[in-house]
């Protein structure tokens, strides 16, 4: 059975990633400003810095937080996402339960828990 990752309003994604990729399309502004008034997007390395990246690979954002990609995404939904989970566009953005023969259709504009 193949698994479905879907958003609240109705976007379906290929996989957890995309998922996630979705949110910061629907939340994250082009200027990666957060409503704390701060930059939130992910330090670019050094130039001159030659030394192989750490494996597990840690991320630095802008703010100084510091975490593997999981975390530095979901740092990056925790800034920018608003507790309603309306985005850009107007609609409610957030994981959505699939539909199972024993379970209900989940209710529309509300996030699956």
């Known amino acids: 059975m193949m698994t479905q990752h879907l958003c609240t309003c109705g976007y379906e994604a290929g996989g957890p990633e995309d998922l996630v990729v979705h949110f910061g399309e629907m939340f994250i502004p082009a200027d990666d400003v957060a409503p704390d008034g701060r ?10 810095d030659d030394r192989p990246a750490a494996v ?27 507790a309603d989970r309306i985005g ?4 409610q953005h957030a994981p959505a339960a699939p539909a199972s ?5 989940p ?6 828990e």
């Not at 930059?39 to 001159?48: G, L, M, N, Y």
């Not at 850009?88 to 609609?91: A, F, I, P, T, Y």
Request: charged share 25%; glycine share 10%.
């Open 39 to 48: 930059v939130h997007a992910e330090k670019a390395r050094d130039a001159d």
């Open 101 to 105: 023969p024993q379970s209900p259709e």
């Open 56 to 82: 597990p690979l840690i991320l630095t954002c802008r703010c100084g937080f510091t975490a593997g990609i999981d975390g530095f995404d979901r740092h990056l939904l925790a800034v920018f996402a608003p």
């Open 107 to 112: 209710i529309p504009g509300k996030a699956a």
């Open 88 to 91: 850009r566009d107007g609609k």
